[in-house]
């Protein structure tokens, strides 16, 4: 069946440096979404990237969908502490299937 | 406010029981999910409905039931046939089904321990 892989599956870094996760899947996807979820919370909703190729941007977060339509990353410039969490990405054609997510933990 | 809520927060059982999760939506959404999460790992699917009176099998079903008399409800049952039912449990509305490009919101989640 389709599967969505995410790494790395956990990262620490200082206050202020760029942290980068990246999701690939077996298949082609329609679209990839993007959740963030803090500790002890819900997943909640960032992006979706429908296009080959697409970047987005928010603030400091990029979103990159690739031209295979078969990977996506998710690049955080200059990380803060309201930046922890779990980030997850989740991709499909019939049917949205998560990956494993990237646990982010910053150093003050 | 539109939302999701999910009830029980937190959920003590003893092994055999049968437990039944609570979700309900005020968001008109059509679509709605069942997810397990355990730590460290992504989400999974248990079931999902596109539509009132259908509901689907998602990846992981053992063990699990559903059912969808409501647009706005959808409880999950775990049956004592789940073998290891403690998780972190998610469910999740969307606008549209999964071959939409909706997004996918989240209830705040019901945590289950089986002692």
């Known amino acids: 069946g389709q599967q969505v892989m995410q790494i790395p599956q956990y990262q620490h870094v200082q206050e202020g440096e760029d942290f980068t996760t990246y999701c690939n899947s077996s298949?082609?996807?329609?679209?990839i979404q993007w959740y963030k979820q803090r500790p002890g919370g819900h997943p909640v909703f960032l992006i979706q990237l429908v296009k080959s190729g697409e970047v987005k941007k928010q603030k400091r977060l990029t979103f990159q969908f690739g031209e295979a339509k078969k990977n996506s990353s998710l690049h955080i410039t200059a990380t803060q502490t309201t930046d922890v969490g779990t980030y997850f990405c989740a991709g499909g054609a019939q049917k949205l299937v998560f990956g494993q997510g990237t646990r982010l933990t910053i150093n003050p | 406010d539109g939302g999701i809520t999910q009830s029980p927060k937190y959920l003590f059982r003893k092994e055999g029981q049968n437990v039944t999760l609570s979700c309900e939506q005020n968001l008109n959404h059509d679509a709605m999910y069942w997810y397990r999460q355990d730590p460290g790992q992504g989400l999974r699917l248990i079931y999902y409905s596109q539509i009132v009176n259908d509901f689907q099998k998602g990846d992981i079903a053992e063990g699990y039931s559903v059912s969808r008399e409501k647009k706005e409800s959808f409880p999950l049952t775990v049956t004592s046939a789940q073998k290891n039912p403690t998780a972190f449990y998610l469910c999740?509305?969307?606008?549209?089904?999964?071959w939409g490009t909706g997004e996918l919101f989240f209830g705040e989640g019901s945590r289950l321990t089986v002692l």
């Open positions: 999740a509305s969307s606008i549209e089904g999964f």
């Open positions: 298949t082609t996807l329609s679209n």
